[in-house]
């Protein structure tokens, strides 16, 4: 068997991993005598033994990224498209699902509406679909309708606004969780304004309410907003509208129901 090669020539051996160790390449660092000892075993080539060293150093880098990406955008808890029962929401439309999954929706600037009662998976989508483009590499940023109003007002209060602004222009995708759920005095629905015709045909915006846009005349105080925010946000929108029942109420409406039926029995 022939010499370990980070000992056939010690010396540059050791200036190797001071490169890595400068370079901060510490995943190649660590695996660095292994992959060495597998190229000599293998008999590989230079090339071979260098572009597995690069891949272990790439793959750590991208994981790196990935998960700073994540922290950047704050989401609250984690969830996935793959999670989501479908059969549980059959109004769901599953087509249109899968294609926002292929995140062609980032690359259009579309808009994503999410819009249904309480409990019925909308900031779980949303979220899904977030995080689903932060793992793509997308830049991302969650926030729920009224943090955002309050951060801008704050903002606006130290003279800030404009700075503050850019944290909701800035991602390729903005999840807007909870829209509607308060009403908007004047000041905040010019705030919602403001970073959605900022966004508008830029980047997209995925936004959940609990109000369908009849109701947005009552969310936002002025309606000649709120029409200018409808306008934008649908312009280049798809919109999902769930019907169906609270997945926080399945296990209590499934006890109803058998409580029901056994009542008919009796
Ligand atoms: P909404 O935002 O519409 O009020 P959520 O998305 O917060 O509802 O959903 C409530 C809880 O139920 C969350 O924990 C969510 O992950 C879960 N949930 C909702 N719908 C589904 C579903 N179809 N499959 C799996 N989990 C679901
Ligand atoms: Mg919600």
Redesign the pocket.
């Known amino acids: 068997m022939s010499p370990r090669p980070s000992s056939s020539d010690p010396s540059a051996y050791q200036r190797l991993r001071e490169h890595l160790a400068y370079l901060e390449m510490s995943a190649a660092a660590e695996h660095l005598a292994d992959e060495l000892d597998r190229g000599t075993r293998e008999q590989a080539s230079a090339t071979q033994v260098l572009e597995r060293l690069m891949a272990i150093e790439a793959d750590a880098t991208r994981a790196r990224r990935l998960r700073g990406r994540l922290r950047f955008a704050r989401y609250p808890i984690h969830?996935t498209l793959a999670?989501?029962?479908?059969d549980?929401?059959p109004s769901l439309d599953r087509k249109v699902l899968a294609e926002l999954s292929t995140l062609r929706f980032v690359e259009e600037r579309r808009n994503v509406i999410l819009l249904?009662p309480?409990?019925?998976?909308?900031?779980?989508?949303a979220i899904a679909l977030g995080i689903a483009a932060t793992e793509a590499g997308y830049r991302t940023y969650f926030t729920s309708a009224a943090d955002l109003v309050a951060n801008l007002q704050s903002a606006h209060l130290e003279g800030t606004a404009s700075y503050k602004m850019r944290t909701y222009t800035g991602p390729s995708v903005l999840v807007v969780?909870e829209l509607g759920y308060l009403p908007l005095d004047q000041a905040s629905a010019n705030w919602i304004f403001q970073m959605v015709s900022r966004r508008y045909e830029k980047a997209s915006i995925v936004l959940?309410s609990?109000r369908g846009f009849g109701d947005w005349n009552q969310v936002f105080a002025d309606p000649v907003v709120a029409s200018a925010i409808v306008d934008r946000l649908l312009h280049n929108a798809t919109v999902i509208n769930?019907k169906g029942h609270s997945?926080?109420m399945r296990r209590y409406d499934a006890a109803q129901q058998a409580k029901g039926g056994s009542a008919m029995v009796a």
């Open positions: 969830k999670e989501f029962d479908l549980f929401q249904g309480p409990g019925v998976g909308k900031s779980h989508l969780d959940t609990n769930i997945y926080r």
